[in-house]
């Protein structure tokens, strides 16, 4: 083996060590106890999304970048166009929204929203959140003046 193919192997194991740690980060938000389904969609979405572009996992190496911090980026962004207190972006605006907040231009491959869309529907969670952090809704009281007179 030359001096190039030795400094080639080098950069490949370097690249394959850095997606791993990416996804070892995802995971480790992730796994947060009672994690939100929405932070588990956006994770999913990262995982896919380092499978098409693993030169790309450097970015998401970056320290103060997290999947909460994302979600924070995306509401400052539903913020803008907010219209009454609702605020509406399609699938393709939030998950352009989430990798720029990661610094990944979006001219890179992005795994097909349409499935993404509908996994969030249906299995938003590919881990499981502990159900007994999970708070129902509390009931509304309702009375009227003629049961207490």
């Known amino acids: ?7 080639y192997q080098a950069k490949k194991q370097e690249a394959v060590k850095m997606v791993e740690q990416a996804i070892a980060k995802i995971h480790a938000e992730l796994k ?5 389904p929405y932070v ?3 994770g999913n979405f990262l995982l896919d999304f380092l499978k098409d572009n693993p030169t790309e ?11 909460v911090g994302s979600m924070k980026a995306l509401r400052k962004e ?30 890179a491959a992005v795994p097909n929203v349409n499935s993404l869309a509908t996994s969030i529907q249906n299995d938003a969670l590919k881990e ?5 952090k999970v708070v129902a809704p509390a009931q509304k009281f309702e009375a009227s003046l003629d049961e207490f007179l």
Do not use: R, W
């Open 78 to 107: 539903g913020e803008k166009v907010k219209v009454d207190n609702c605020a509406i972006l399609t699938p393709e605006q939030g998950y352009e929204i989430v990798l720029g907040y990661f610094g990944i231009k979006t001219t």
């Open 1 to 7: 083996m030359n001096i190039f193919e030795a400094e």
């Open 128 to 132: 499981p959140v502990n159900a007994s």
């Open 40 to 42: 588990s969609a956006i």
């Open 57 to 67: 996992a450097e970015k998401i190496m970056v320290k103060d970048k997290t999947i």
């Open 32 to 36: 947060v106890d009672g994690v939100h």
